[in-house]
């Protein structure tokens, strides 16, 4: 069995909001032409797999049928519709924008599946992760919500319990809306503090509806935040609530826009920080959940010196060859990077600080990191049996 399953091809550069849209498809293209120049591409242990964009059927899984009839209808007419967020400033209409957002779904629901009978032991999909669509709504570049969709498949295949962890900027508001109610889904946000940043959403009180209660976690981190407390708050947090879950399979969105470079969000988590904890997230799945681990992309603006860095080392994790510190970068795609851009690419992988202190250290009451970490485990951690105060 290969290793990993990595969904790609060149269709899916067609989900594109335009000229000047901060979600330029570039940062698929670069980040597949460095992790093809890496050789992570030729690796025996990775299958790369086209889909063809899900049917209704399959995006309606975790959206409502009325509203994939109004993005189908937007798109074929070229109208706005913003009482569904189509046509608005972050969700332009774009032609042929139903198949692009499908395609995506497809690539999540198939590395979902895959995994779960076998096929691979991780899936793959950086177009994906498009966690802010909502059932009825497109929301913060985000049509059909991919991520959701995996989930959902994991648990119509038969998984009993399935963890999703967001370590985008952006709180992960609509998968876990989604499944606000839903005890067989864990959703685990660690994003800047909705008070400062888009969705707004996400403080450390929302924990999930009636039935449900624990199954919504939520890291409101203060702007900022750099990489070893952001490591601090993921390990404070993430690893207790995904052993007393014991999920089936997890569910990660590795949105790379927590980085100081990315113009959309506020946060200051590097690159090595960034695979640090994608790291985590891969050896909880083979800790709980028989290494049953889907890996998707989501947000990350800097297209050209983080995002393909980011996503290369998570392909490279996921294949069980970690690209090393400092790793440099082939000659090539940095020529690449240069004529596309216009800007300077980057010389190596990081080497960004990722030692930090662990919560078992004790924490201290005037550090705001410390204050929102502690605020989810009083909110949180008592559901589950688990110690606020000390680990
Ligand atoms: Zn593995
Ligand atoms: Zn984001």
Do not use: K
Not at 51 to 80: L, N, Q, S
Not at 211 to 222: D, K, S
Not at 237 to 264: K, N, T
Not at 341 to 365: I, K, M, T
């Amino acid at each position: 069995m290969p290793v990993a399953r990595l969904v790609w091809s060149p269709e899916l550069l067609q989900y594109d909001f335009g000229h000047g849209h901060p979600m330029a498809p570039a940062r698929l293209d670069l980040t597949m032409r460095l992790a093809a120049e890496l050789g992570l591409l030729d690796s025996p242990d990775l299958d790369v797999v086209a889909v063809r964009p899900a049917p209704d059927a399959v995006v309606e899984t975790v959206h409502d049928p009325a509203y994939v009839a109004a993005v189908r209808r937007a798109d074929a007419e070229g109208v706005a519709d913003p009482a569904r967020g189509l046509g608005t400033e972050d969700d332009p209409v774009f032609p042929g924008m139903h198949e692009a957002a499908a395609r995506l779904v497809a690539g999540s629901v198939d590395v979902a599946e895959a995994v779960w009978r076998g096929a691979a032991a991780h899936g793959l999909n950086i177009a994906g992760g498009m966690h802010h669509a909502r059932r009825d709504a497109a929301s913060g570049f985000c049509i059909y919500n991919d991520a959701a969709a995996a989930v959902q498949r994991l648990l119509d295949l038969g998984a009993r319990r399935v963890a999703y962890v967001d370590l985008d900027a952006h709180h992960g508001d609509g998968v876990e809306q989604i499944f606000w109610d839903d005890p067989r889904v864990l959703t685990v946000s660690v994003h800047q503090d909705g008070h400062t940043l888009f969705p707004g959403t996400g403080g450390p009180a929302d924990v999930g509806g009636a039935g449900a209660e624990g199954t919504a976690v939520n890291v409101a981190l203060p702007p900022r935040t750099a990489g070893p407390a952001w490591l601090r708050a993921v390990d404070a947090v993430v690893p207790a609530v995904l052993r007393e879950f014991r999920p089936d399979a997890i569910v990660s969105q590795h949105g790379a826009d927590a980085h100081a470079r990315d113009p959309l969000s506020d946060l200051r988590v590097s690159v090595d920080a960034q695979r640090t904890a994608a790291q985590w997230v891969h050896a909880l799945a083979h800790e709980l959940s028989d290494g049953r681990w889907v890996a998707l992309g989501g947000g990350g603006y800097a297209v050209v010196d983080v995002v393909p860095l980011a996503w290369s080392a998570l392909v490279a994790e996921a294949l069980h060859t970690p690209l090393p510190r400092g790793t440099e970068l082939p000659e090539h795609w940095r020529g690449v990077v240069e004529e596309v851009s216009g800007l300077e690419a980057a010389g190596r992988l990081g080497r960004g600080e990722v030692e930090f202190r662990p919560w078992r250290d004790g924490y201290d009451p005037a550090d705001d990191v410390d204050r929102a970490v502690l605020a989810t485990r009083r909110h949180v951690f008592p559901l589950w049996g688990l110690d606020p105060h000390h680990d």
